[in-house]
């Protein structure tokens, strides 16, 4: 009796272990299940983080790249346009200084003769400023020839008036200085003194029609000097 009953109890006792190895098992097998389930949703989770944070990547570089290519452009622009501007001036000032070059040249091509009038013996025939100026052209150097073209000159600007004045362009004494503040480098008392004023004249002349006859040739071709 006791010999069945212990062979009843290690079968029942082996049945029992073995429906608990397949219940773990089960559950085993049920947990990596489960574990396997959870990293694949976990790398897919990665996987999508990685694609959007490469897709923002891709973005914000196409940005930069837009940027920069209108950043460029702009500066193309730019400095296109002040290339343009620079040349338009330069040209300006070509053409202004070759037309200035062929009125002179006309001028003096036309300059046959200096003076068509009397000659003045001596600057005794003027008075005021006009002897003053007479005076001041013989100490620079011209002959007395010449005084008759710049007393006509003086007279069409100022009317040898050393306190003129044009009010639409600024030009001021016997010259017509424009700005008057040019005779300022032959002394201070430019808006007040006949003598600084026709000094400056006559070197401005000199400078740039040669003579006096010079420059009322010009004045005649262009109605100024």
């Known amino acids: 009796m006791s010999r069945l009953w212990s062979r009843f109890g290690v079968r029942t006792l082996s049945v029992a272990l073995l429906s608990v190895g397949v219940v773990g098992g ?9 574990r396997q389930q959870a990293l694949k949703a976990d790398v897919a989770v990665a996987n999508e983080q990685a694609e959007l944070a490469f897709m923002h990547q891709r973005h914000a570089a196409h940005e930069l790249a837009v940027a920069q290519k209108r950043v460029a452009e702009q500066e193309a622009a730019k400095q296109a346009a002040e290339a343009a501007k620079a040349e338009a001036e330069r040209a300006r000032k070509a053409a202004a200084a070759a ?5 002179r040249e006309k001028a003096k091509s036309a300059e046959t003769k200096p003076y068509d009038g009397p000659i003045p013996a001596s600057c005794n025939e003027y008075s005021g400023n006009r002897k003053t100026g007479c005076a001041i052209l013989l100490q620079k150097g011209f002959g007395i020839d010449q005084m008759p073209c710049l007393e006509k000159l003086w007279t069409k600007e100022s009317g040898w008036n050393h306190k003129a004045e044009n009010s639409g362009s600024g030009a001021y004494g016997i010259p017509q200085a424009l700005p008057g503040s040019k ?8 808006k007040t003194n006949p003598a600084t004023q026709i000094t400056w004249g006559i070197g401005y002349i000199k400078g740039r029609y040669d003579t006096p006859c010079g420059a009322w040739s010009y004045f005649q071709a262009n109605g100024h000097y």
Request: without cysteine; negative net charge.
């Open 26 to 34: 089960y559950y085993l097998a049920d947990n990596q299940e489960t």
């Open 183 to 190: 005779m300022g480098t032959v002394a201070d008392d430019w």
């Open 99 to 103: 037309a200035d070059r062929k009125a």
